[in-house]
């Protein structure tokens, strides 16, 4: 029996410590981000990349240019997960499968199209805004997926972007936006840590 | 047997038309909230903020700042996700039950307390972009457990935000991120839109 999404939920923690002698496989990895890619964007604009670190280099690479933090060397792959900025100039081309599988009609890509350049052209702010919207649910989906799988995770999102994008090769256009380190759990990882009364977060109107 | 995780997010689609003769109970909200806070957020700031949109009155006061879109209408209940700025000022008050439950250290809350205020401090656009992320992660973790209820969702990010703010009561420091319509699904929602191939927005390295 699967454990239910609130059980998952509930019982993830941000894990700091992994299991050093266990790797996870590159067909599981491309399953996680398969999975990542189902979250929800603004017009289905997709606008996100992630790079698997992996290598026993690579690893070193990134540790460089996130303040030294140890678990992206000891974790088997660190996802670099980036928001795209300007994704409606190609969000044309990232519908069009939607269109000929007949779920968008011809004329709502036209419409989104049209409402997408009208907001987001020369609108920096909402760019960015969008690249950290969209890539942050497409990470909680990796993040929850990885519970799936019995695996940990860790967000990090102290790091330094510049750096990020120089040593991965990033384009211009791609915002390194968090960072989660991946693998199986090893002994020593702090407890969840306590959460805020909800009373305190929610209003009802 | 529950659903798996992989489960829910695979057959996740953006809801459009819900079921507008069935409530979302307060209780359900409550426990929804108290999940998405599971979420991760950089030194757990838990900086977010959520307005369950329920009375006929609010939701038609929404509409009018989201662009006169009817789902949050239709919808027993829509969630305005806000993320908090200046989380670093309230950092200190949101860790201290995690140290006197013995789960984070006092020479850790010290020295997160220091490095949140020494990189977040006049520092806006950081303050925004965490504001994004957080919010997003926890409306992610909402939205899929709202899935695990049996309830649907569609995520909102065009509004008006200041409308929002204005209509809402927002402080000048809740910005609203993204609005989750929830509730149970009536026919006639698109299927799940079509996703680029894992090979176009994944790199190893």
Request: net charge negative; glycine share 6%; proline share 3%.
């Amino acid at each position: 029996m699967s454990a239910s999404i609130a059980q998952l939920i509930e019982s993830r923690i941000s894990a700091n410590h992994f299991d050093t002698g266990r790797d996870v496989s590159e067909a599981d990895i491309s399953a996680l981000v398969r999975l990542a890619t189902l979250a929800p964007s603004a017009y289905n604009f997709q606008n996100w990349k992630f790079v698997a670190v992996r290598t026993a280099e690579a690893r070193e690479r990134l540790k460089a240019v996130c303040f030294g933090q140890q678990k992206v060397v000891d974790a088997p792959v660190t996802f670099i997960i980036c928001g795209v900025l300007g994704a409606h100039r190609s969000l044309q081309r990232t519908l069009q499968p939607s269109v000929e599988a007949g779920i968008v009609s011809q004329a709502a890509l036209e419409n989104w199209v049209a409402m997408a350049a009208a907001t987001h052209t020369d609108n920096p702010q909402l760019q960015r805004d969008e690249a950290f919207r969209s890539a942050s649910l497409a990470a909680m989906t990796l993040m929850l997926a990885a519970e799936g799988m019995g695996l940990v995770t860790g967000a990090i999102s102290g790091f330094d972007a510049a750096g990020i994008a120089t040593a991965f090769g990033l384009a211009a256009t791609e915002v390194p936006v968090i960072l989660v380190t991946t693998g199986y759990a090893a002994p020593g990882n702090w407890a969840q840590k306590l959460r805020r009364p909800v009373e305190e977060v929610l209003d009802f109107a």
